[in-house]
Antibody
C-alpha cells in the first residue's frame, strides 16, 4: 500500500526559504512522477511542480511557470523522500501543501497535506 | 493555462439521491480529466481518470462522462461516506489545473 506523508516547519517568515519533505512508503521513488500541489485558504488547488527520477542518475523536473524562479525539487532514494524548496516566500505562499504520485498526468496517491503559514 | 470552472460550489443532498457535478474547461482537453474526492485532513482520493475510467476499487455508483470542454461526475445512490468535497483536474499539456471544488453536504 502506497503511503505519502508530508512534513515541514508549519510556519515560515517572509523572505525565507520553505522546505518540505514527502516521505514515501510502499513504493520506490524511481520511475514515478512526484508532484507537489498546494491549496491556499479558500482557493482552488494549484499544481506546484513535479520531480522524476529516471534511475539513470538523472532527475527531471517540471515546474509551474509562476513559481519556477523560486522553486527546487529533489529526490533522496536512500531515504525514499522527495523534497521541495521554495525561496523568498510571501503571505501568498500560505497554503496546505500536498505531495502526490502521478500516473500519466493524473494523481493516484496523495498525502494528507501539511498546512504552511508565512508570517512574521 | 487552461482554466477549469466547476459547478456548483455546494450541493445539498440526501442519502439515496443521485447528484451531478460539472467541470468546464476553457479549451478542449481531449478527455484528459480526472475526478477526486477529498475529506478534510485526509489524502484526496482518485475516483475517475480519462474522463470516464473508474479507478480500481472505486464503487460503481461513481461515473464520469464528457468530452471536449464539458465533463460531469455523477454519484448515484449517494451513501453516507460520499459526503465530501469533489474536484476535477485537467492534465492536458505542459501543466495541470484544478476546478474550485464542490462540497456535497447533507440536506
Amino acid at each position: 500500500q502506497v503511503q505519502l506523508q508530508e512534513s515541514g516547519p508549519g510556519l515560515v517568515k517572509p523572505s525565507e526559504t520553505l522546505s518540505l519533505t514527502c516521505s514515501v512508503s510502499g513504493s520506490s521513488i524511481s520511475t514515478y512522477y512526484w508532484n507537489w500541489i498546494r491549496q491556499p485558504p479558500g482557493k482552488a488547488l494549484e499544481w506546484v511542480g513535479y520531480v522524476y527520477d529516471t534511475v539513470y542518475d538523472s532527475v527531471k523536473t517540471n515546474f509551474n511557470p509562476s513559481l519556477k524562479s523560486r522553486l527546487t525539487m529533489s529526490v533522496d532514494t536512500s531515504k525514499n523522500q522527495i523534497s521541495l524548496n521554495l525561496s523568498s516566500v510571501t503571505a501568498a505562499d500560505t497554503a496546505v501543501y500536498f505531495c502526490a504520485r502521478g500516473r500519466n498526468g493524473y494523481l493516484v496517491h496523495w498525502g494528507p497535506g501539511i498546512p504552511l503559514t508565512v508570517s512574521a | 493555462d487552461i482554466q477549469m470552472t466547476q459547478s456548483p460550489s455546494t450541493l445539498s443532498a440526501s442519502v439515496g439521491d443521485s447528484v451531478t457535478i460539472t467541470c468546464r474547461a476553457s479549451q478542449s482537453i481531449f478527455g484528459l480529466l480526472a475526478w477526486y474526492q477529498h475529506k478534510p485532513g485526509t489524502a484526496p482520493k482518485l475516483l475517475i481518470y480519462k474522463a470516464s475510467t473508474l479507478e480500481s476499487g472505486v464503487p460503481s455508483r461513481f461515473s464520469g462522462s464528457g468530452s471536449g470542454t464539458e465533463f460531469t461526475l455523477t454519484i448515484s445512490n449517494l451513501q453516507p461516506d460520499d459526503f465530501a468535497t469533489y474536484f476535477c483536474q485537467q492534465y492536458n499539456g505542459y501543466s495541470t489545473t484544478f476546478g474550485q471544488g464542490t462540497k456535497v453536504e447533507v440536506k
